[in-house]
């Protein structure tokens, strides 16, 4: 017994062993977030593009808000149709309906009435309140897919320009690595001459305290490369973690900075102003809305009744089993204290505060167009002269440094040098990007910046609640 005992504890411990090898293999892939698949290979631009517009929080809220006033647009255009409805009652009175001829009293009713109707109500006419509430509910359709496309425009600029700035932080890492190396090739020269009796102590001094702080700088680089490389990894709802390699497009290519013509596209493209005339015209049928009031409203409806002096809607002593009824109800308020005035003002008002807002955001498309443009002709003036400070520089640090190497010159101007060549190659990689981001600011201000892209388009309504 006590051999089978032991060779039970044996397995017990060796599957609780195994059990908790498997959890914690496991574990990682069960902490993960919910991310989508990591690519494998090199990212493009478009497909950045089109990962983050799959997955982006921001769109898939206005796709569901759109779903929602789809189905708004639905709900509004039941109140045309006839509701159908039925109703059951029971009344009770202390006494039962009399009649009082000469002088005999005659009992006409129950003290116990239950009434059962079913019928329908078909509105006639409402002041066109129903019409304008339907057409409220149409323009607010198009104005959520008119915000859904602000959105896409938005999820695309924030992705280029993240994209654009990650590359410029490779850039600029691969500057300062390049940086520390050259500066470790001076420093080992140096000492070479220091052993020799060639130049002093101080000088070695100066270009190690120069390595020191290009160690330090690249330390700064590497994470920022690391930072911006995380922020495009959310974008594109990968882990922030993840390894993204990412194709190099940081050139610049001629662009058209034409600035009336840039005005004039995004007047008619820009998804704000598409909105705020959307908005503008729900405010029109606000206020007609309002001014239903104004008007009667006229109702048909038409009931069929069973009435009876027990639940069971039996025969009646005193009345007959079943009844219908076909009526039009108009009503009609006269005097309301300028309620219908007061809300149609109201409206009037509102509609007045767009027309402002219309007019600051025109005001405002305007100047962001002229910014993109300013800041795109800055930047190809920066290429420009720093595609020519690059070659200047790298040509004076290589001559400064073979002069060195010849003790043709002191460690002072080899330093300086190489400063320079750090500061021109980080300046031309800044006024590449700031080209990119800023061609991309100009698509955003001009309303576009989707071409090639293929769309999500809204989700049907959910139907799962129909019979």
Partial sequence: MSKMGALHRAGLSFLVLLFFTLLTAAWPAMAASPKAPAPGGEITLQKALTMALDYSPNIKQ????????????????????????TRYSWQKTQYPPQYRIAGNTMTVGSDNVYRWS??????????????????????????AETNLWLVYLEVAYQVKEAYFLYLRAIKTAEVADQTVKQLEAQLKVSRDFYE????????????????SDAKQSRIRAFNNRALTRSRLNRLLGLPVEHRLR????????????????????????????????????????????????????VNLKADYIFTGDSPAMGS?????????VVATQLDWSFWEWGRTMHQTSQQRAGKRRLEAVKRDIEDEVSLQVKEAILYLLESQ?????????????????????????????????????????????????DALAVFNVAEAGLQRSMGRG?????????PPPDRGFWP
């Fill in 316 to 324: 009646s002593e005193y009345y007959d089993t079943t009844d219908w």
């Fill in 196 to 211: 020799v009796g060639i130049i002093p102590i101080n000088d070695v001094l100066k270009t190690e305290v120069n390595l």
């Fill in 62 to 85: 206005n796709l569901a808000e759109m779903d929602k006033s789809v189905s708004r647009r639905k709900e509004a255009m039941t109140y045309f149709l006839p509701s159908f409805g």
């Fill in 450 to 458: 989707l071409a090639g892209l293929n769309l999500k388009q809204p």
């Fill in 118 to 143: 079913t019928g329908l109500t078909q509105p006639l006419f409402t002041g066109f309140r129903l019409s304008s509430q339907y057409e409220l509910a149409k323009l607010g359709v198009d104005l």
């Fill in 246 to 297: 990412v194709q190099d497009i940081l050139k610049s290519y001629p662009v058209n900075t034409d600035f009336e013509r840039a005005r004039q596209v995004a007047q008619v493209e820009r998804p704000e102003l598409k909105a705020i005339n959307l908005q503008l015209q729900q405010a029109d049928q606000s206020i007609r809305m309002a001014q239903s009031g104004y008007w009667p409203s």
């Fill in 381 to 429: 003036a920066n290429i420009a002269t720093a595609t020519v400070g690059v070659k200047q520089a790298e040509e004076n640090y290589r001559i400064t440094f073979e002069r060195y190497r010849e003790q043709l010159t002191t460690n002072t101007e080899l330093l300086d040098a190489q400063v320079l060549l750090s500061r021109a190659r980080r300046s031309y990689y």
